[in-house]
């Protein structure tokens, strides 16, 4: 099974501050990454799809990149809203792995 | 609006057996997969599987650590998906969510979650 590993696991920044997390497949999965958040207590929320496809109502500030085997979420503009934990999932064929997770804090 | 609504989390000993529902509303159930994931207390997110449409056979996709006890299933006039769960281990335990599943081929992405239902194993 293709495994995916994220980086970094966790993650603390300034509020306006630029926040890139990676995401990296075992094995190519052409576009079909999805990344979601997931805030404390919450139901996770489908960011982006596609690898680079904002899901609707999402703020722009999120965007994604990548394809093959390396991804990547950047956050623009960090406001403290967006702390929280974010998951990257493969989703070309079964099973639809997850990363293990980023945790994304405000210094 | 789209809705996902799971019932039927609970207390359940090791080797017993649970079904799961999946109610939904707000948008044609039978024109989308439906997906189950679970999370583990203090753990991060973990696919269950998913139930295909019709149209692609309405076949199934398993995570091996419950292939062959997990079992979905879908009945599109209800707007009904269940996941029927037997020997139950106690690390079956965790929030377990139910998704609607967008694919433009045979494999979806999951854009809407609901709320989940708690399901803990424990004797």
């Known amino acids: 099974d293709i495994q995916m590993t994220q980086s970094p696991s966790s993650l603390s920044a300034s509020v306006g501050d630029r926040v890139t997390i990676t995401c990296r497949a075992s094995?190519?999965?052409?576009?079909?990454l999805a990344w979601f958040q997931q805030k404390p207590g919450k139901v996770p929320n489908l960011l982006i799809y596609a690898a680079s496809t904002l899901q609707s109502g999402v703020p722009s500030r999120f965007s994604g990149s990548g394809s093959g085997t390396d991804f990547t979420l950047t956050i623009s503009s960090l406001q403290p809203e967006d702390v929280a934990t974010y998951y990257c999932?493969?989703?070309?064929?079964?099973?639809?792995?997850f990363g293990q997770g980023t945790k994304l804090e405000i210094k | 609006e789209v809705q996902l609504v799971e019932s039927g989390g609970g207390l359940a000993q090791p080797g017993r057996s649970l079904r799961l529902s999946c109610s939904a509303s707000g948008f044609t159930f039978g024109d989308y997969a439906i997906g189950w994931l679970r999370q583990a207390p203090g753990k991060g997110l973990e696919w269950v599987g998913f139930i295909r449409i019709k149209a692609y056979g309405g076949t199934t996709e398993y995570a091996a650590s419950v292939k062959g006890r997990f079992t979905i299933s879908r009945d599109d006039s209800k707007s009904i998906a269940y996941v029927q769960m037997n020997s139950l281990k106690t690390e079956d335990t965790g929030v377990y969510y139910c998704s609607r599943g967008w694919a433009s081929g045979r494999d979806p992405h999951y854009d809407y979650w609901g709320q989940g239902t708690l399901v803990t194993v424990s004797s």
């Open positions: 999932q493969k989703y070309n064929s079964a099973p639809h792995t």
């Open positions: 094995q190519g999965i052409s576009n079909d």
